[in-house]
């Protein structure tokens, strides 16, 4: 594969914020319900090995770009051949947009649900779809700053994840363990909607300078999200009692309610509306993965493929107009998304490996 312009290239730090951000979105605030519905009190468990699970995908896929071919189109290529290997890459592409427009939507309802229940989804759409076309436009290195500054922006509300600590009881959390490894896995399938994203690095990677460089950026960020995840479980399960934990969608949402300033008196409104900074690389950098993909594919200008899948997203977010299509395309992406990258991609370097070695042999 040609070389990457040096211009066009991001440090490879950057991958830290890359791959935290599009683990941490919207289902940060509503992930724990999920979870404990399979494992109840001991979903934390679920969360930690999921979350370093993601730390042995993240080794698979740095094995995947280290040869000749450096994104998932060009592996694609190699091991199943231009139409075989593009029509992969197409249902991946595919897979991507799908994946950024449902974080948009999932957004879209938090804000409706808890701020504005009077405005059209496809007010909100439009707006959230403009900023994202403005954001790719102006290349990979502008999206990956802006997932840099969705993870520094939020930061000040780090606290709020504190604050409900003096009102949690840990006693819930008992008996530790008394769950079958089986019904651990079901919690840890629970949790991959809201771990997953990280994947989309196999279309960047080029875009990252001295590439191999960055894994150690790579797996720090994921285990940092891991940290985050189970903090935020264990502290669901001390804070509501199993009943109000099944009832409660927005958990994260739920225990910050009782955070009250002389001068705010609904927090989760100042919550929510940052939040935004943190979503928006969720589907920025979908898209432009998704809209870059089509490029490479295809030979078209991008902005031309993004103009489409924004089109397209549009239609798309409108359609989901109810919650029981929301989590549908969640379940959905989820489930897809799993499949993918713990089925499909340790395959993929198996056939990459086995290749490699025939062509030494011969």
Not at 270 to 275: A, C, F, K, Q, R
Not at 346 to 356: A, D, F, G
Request: charge should be positive; aromatic fraction near 18%; charged fraction near 15%.
């Amino acid at each position: 594969m040609k070389e990457m312009p040096v211009q066009y290239q991001v440090s490879p730090y950057l991958v830290f914020f890359l791959i935290h951000a599009m683990q941490v979105g919207v289902g940060m605030l509503g992930f724990e319900r999920i979870v404990a519905k399979f494992v109840g009190n001991d979903s934390w468990l679920s969360i930690l090995l999921a979350g370093l699970s993601v730390n042995v995908i993240i080794w698979i896929m740095y094995k995947l770009v280290s040869g000749e071919q450096k994104d998932l189109i060009e592996i694609h290529r190699a091991i199943w051949g231009k139409w075989l290997g593009g029509l992969f890459s197409l249902f991946f592409l595919g897979y991507l947009f799908i994946s950024g427009t449902v974080v948009l939507r999932t957004y879209i309802e938090v804000l409706q649900v808890w701020i504005f229940s009077n405005i059209s989804t496809w007010i909100f759409a439009i707006v959230l779809l403009a900023l994202a076309y403005y954001i790719v436009s102006g290349g990979f290195r502008v999206v990956g700053g802006m997932a840099f500054f969705g993870m520094v922006i939020p930061l000040f509300l780090v606290f709020t994840v504190f604050y409900p600590l003096g009102y949690a009881d840990f006693r819930n959390l008992l008996p530790l363990f008394n769950h079958s490894p089986m019904e651990i896995i079901k919690g840890m399938e629970g949790a991959l909607f809201s771990i997953l994203g990280f994947e989309v690095f196999l279309i960047y990677y080029p875009f990252v300078k001295d590439g191999q460089k960055s894994q150690k950026f790579a797996h720090a960020g994921a285990f940092l999200t891991t940290v985050g995840y189970t903090y935020l479980m264990i502290l669901s399960l001390a804070f509501f009692s199993k009943d109000q934990l099944s009832q409660s969608i927005w958990a994260y949402l739920s225990m910050i309610k009782i955070i009250e300033f002389s001068f705010i008196e609904r927090f989760e409104y100042i919550l929510i509306s940052l939040w935004a900074f943190v979503i928006l690389p969720n589907f920025v950098v979908n898209f432009w993965a998704a809209s870059r993909g089509l490029k490479v594919l295809f030979k078209a200008k991008q902005k031309y493929f993004l103009c489409i899948l924004l089109i397209a997203a549009l239609l798309l977010v409108n359609w989901m107009d109810d919650r029981e299509k929301v989590n549908m395309m969640n379940t959905m992406v989820g489930k897809i998304g799993a499949a993918f990258t713990y089925g499909y991609l340790p395959l993929l370097l198996l056939l990459q490996t086995i290749k490699q070695k025939m062509r030494k042999q011969a």
